[in-house]
């Protein structure tokens, strides 16, 4: 008896929403913002309506234990994003947690179901008028069915064209010369989008003209960088043009007339159509330079989608560096420090589905995918790191094409065990800057930025000129990381498996296993005390290391040692080394192999002058302890790239290494 009252009394404290050592809120749809919302028959409608009373409690004084808002099953639409301030911070105490109701999966969505009756128009679209948009006060370019992006009509519908000729210089280029019969004056011109690809990232664009008999295409604004003719000329696609809807799960938007068109993939899916309404769903909106942080707050469980985009009327012009950073992202931390994001799923979104900036926040477990830009965006600022940990991002990078799994706007921070894959552009990118021009911590780039343990394959689907991983800046660790299938679009630059950029300093790529990539290391343009150690790469399509100079400067005490470097293509280059200034200060220690045996037969180094076969290397005084042998992987057909215990590889004293709780195996 004594234990069943117990354990009523237990119970009876968790649905009331007390504990001794806790205050519990809950959410539910099926709620009332008039409710007290501290029992779980009595919910809240709203998180800000949860957000407003723990506010309340603080400015009462009555809040003194940590807080868990229990948010209910079922969908939240949303009319505006949830902001919170600092005022909305926990402390280290106490804690607040929005998280979801055990077993439960709520929706936190910015787009709402579309609305209409449908009629046939032809074939077998279907189309409906939408009153808000027809009065001007909806607009969308993503449309959803089931949770699935839908494509909006282009031309072409497979692959791109190619531009005819450049025209114009920077700023103001704004046009090109088209191939006869690729465009034509579709119906409103204006609304129509040009996608152009440049080498790394992408132009989005809106037509003004199209005169098709010079074949002249000109947008509202600036292409934002210069294009190229000839063998290597831009490609693009057209957007949002009713002429090119000839394709089931194709739809076009006349924001005009109201009118949706659609052809359904299957029968039945017109009702499960949605399409976002907001730009952002959720911010916490910090202060650094006032010191005015948003602190403790921790969310878990979640699922958020359905976020849009809005484009200015001159379009989106390519940016200066890889990444395509279009704000707002539809979750942004602004000036947050110690905030968790765990165990949540971000979809349907338009631009990156994550930004966070501050110290010391956990980004932890989540899953991330369809999102129009890339995955995560961090910046570190101040001595405690965040930390992205875990994360399953992937299929990103359908809007803007130069999306990346996960961007470092500012060389801090720990980035592991995340697994990244069929992203458009790089998997993870440390910027050349800040995206925002404001200066770096200096603390930051004393902290080290640590990326290790990840898994990155099949990312560069439609862009090149990236990397599995791209690294810009100064005490980087790369270590451990299992990369893969890194090829890259057309002719343009190769898909590497690591790269590290202009004036990239005091780092070290150890332990990393790369394979099937088109090349597999890139050393470009000044870079200064770094060490490539203990990694293997594996099958490349054009070359293992490139190393390139193109400013006429000079790496400084670049090293690779104890490598292994096993290639099976025989038209492959073991060193691309643009000239003396382009070479390692030491190459030592390594493992060279080629099955066929081509290494010492055919010419594999390119770029340096006198130098083209391996003897030469050796007589230029590189890798005097190294071997040319089978390095005896355990089963290479199977991408088993353990050693066998008489591997010759031991004998230059390489070290195995472990990759078998990379990624998220290793949770």
Same mark, same amino acid.
């Given at each position: ?102 077993? $439960? ?39 959803f069915a089931d949770g699935n992006r839908q494509t909006r009509a282009r031309i072409p519908n497979e692959d791109y064209f190619k531009i005819e000729k450049a025209m114009g210089e920077l700023p103001e280029n704004n046009s090109f010369e088209f191939k006869e ?5 579709? $119906?409103?011109?204006?609304?129509? $989008? ?107 469980g979640l699922t958020f989608s359905d976020a849009g985009y809005l484009l200015p009327e001159e379009g989106f012009p390519t940016l200066p560096d890889i990444g395509d950073i279009y704000r707002p992202s539809a979750i942004t931390f602004e000036g947050t420090r ?45 001595? $405690? ?283």
């Open positions: 008896m004594i234990v069943v009252i117990i354990l009523f009394l237990l119970s009876s404290s968790f649905l009331s929403g007390t504990r001794a050592n806790e205050i519990f809120l809950y959410v539910s749809p099926e709620g009332s913002d008039s409710s007290a919302g501290e029992s779980i028959g009595e919910p809240f409608a709203t998180i800000q309506k949860a957000r407003d009373a723990i506010r309340q409690m603080k400015k009462e004084g009555t809040l003194k234990k940590p807080v868990t808002v229990y948010i209910r099953d079922g969908l939240y639409e949303l009319s505006e994003p949830i902001i919170f301030t600092p005022e909305d911070s926990g402390t280290e105490s106490c804690p607040i947690t929005y998280t979801a109701y055990k077993d $439960e999966n709520p929706v936190i969505s910015g787009g709402r179901k579309i609305a209409g009756t449908w009629k046939d128009y032809k074939d077998e679209i279907k189309v409906c008028t939408i009153d808000e948009v027809k009065k001007a006060k909806w607009n969308f370019r993503q449309l019969g690729d465009c034509k004056t579709w $119906e409103n011109l204006e609304d129509v $989008e040009a996608v152009i690809f440049h080498s790394s990232n992408i132009s989005r664009l809106f037509l003004s003209e199209l005169n098709e008999k010079e074949r002249i295409i000109t947008f509202s604004g600036s292409i934002g960088k210069k294009l190229v003719s000839g063998r290597h000329r831009n490609h693009y696609y057209i957007e949002n043009v009713l002429e090119g809807l000839d394709r089931k799960g194709e739809w076009y938007l006349d924001r005009h007339t109201g009118k949706l068109y659609y052809w359904p993939v299957e029968a039945g899916q017109i009702s499960q159509l949605r399409a976002p309404v907001l730009h952002q769903l959720v911010r916490l909106k910090g202060n650094i330079a006032e010191n005015r942080y948003v602190q403790y707050l921790n969310f878990t110690f905030c968790t994001f765990k165990n949540n799923s971000i979809s349907n979104v338009g631009t990156y589905a994550l930004e966070v900036t501050g110290e010391g926040n956990h980004i932890i477990g989540n899953e991330i995918y369809d999102a129009g830009g890339g995955g995560i965006i961090s910046r570190s600022f101040g001595k $405690e790191r965040n930390e992205i940990c875990y994360n399953h991002i992937h299929n990103c990078g359908q809007v803007f094409h130069g999306g990346v799994g996960i961007y470092i706007d500012d060389e801090g921070g720990l980035i592991s065990h995340n697994l990244i894959h069929n992203v458009s552009q790089s998997g993870v990118y440390i910027g050349k800057g800040t995206t925002d021009n404001k200066e770096m911590q200096k603390n930051n780039r004393e902290q080290e930025l640590i990326i290790e343990s990840n898994e990155i394959r099949n990312v560069m689907e439609i862009m090149n000129d990236g990397a599995g991983i791209f690294a810009h800046g100064s005490n980087i660790l790369i270590r451990g990381n299992v990369i893969y299938n890194i090829h890259s679009y057309g002719r343009g630059a190769p898909g590497w498996g690591i790269a590290l950029g202009c004036d990239t300093e005091n780092t070290r790529v150890e332990n990393n296993l790369v394979y099937r990539t088109r090349e597999g290391l890139y050393i470009w343009d000044g870079n200064k005390d770094n060490t490539i150690e203990n990694n293997i790469f594996v099958d490349t399509e054009l070359a293992l290391v490139h190393s390139n100079n193109p400013k006429d400067r000079n790496h400084e005490n670049v090293r690779l040692i104890r490598n292994i470097f096993y290639y099976s293509n025989i038209g492959a280059d073991l060193f691309k080394v643009y000239g003396e200034r382009s070479a390692p200060a030491e190459s030592d220690y390594n493992i060279f192999w080629n099955p066929s045996g081509c290494i010492w037969t055919n010419p594999v180094i390119w770029g340096m002058k006198g130098v083209a076969y391996f003897e030469d290397w050796l007589k230029k005084g590189f890798d005097k302890h190294s071997t040319v042998k089978d390095p005896l992987f355990v089963d290479k057909n199977n991408d088993d790239y353990s050693l066998k215990p008489n591997s010759p590889a031991f004998n230059v004293g390489f070290k195995p290494f472990d990759v078998l709780k990379v990624g998220l195996r290793g949770k």
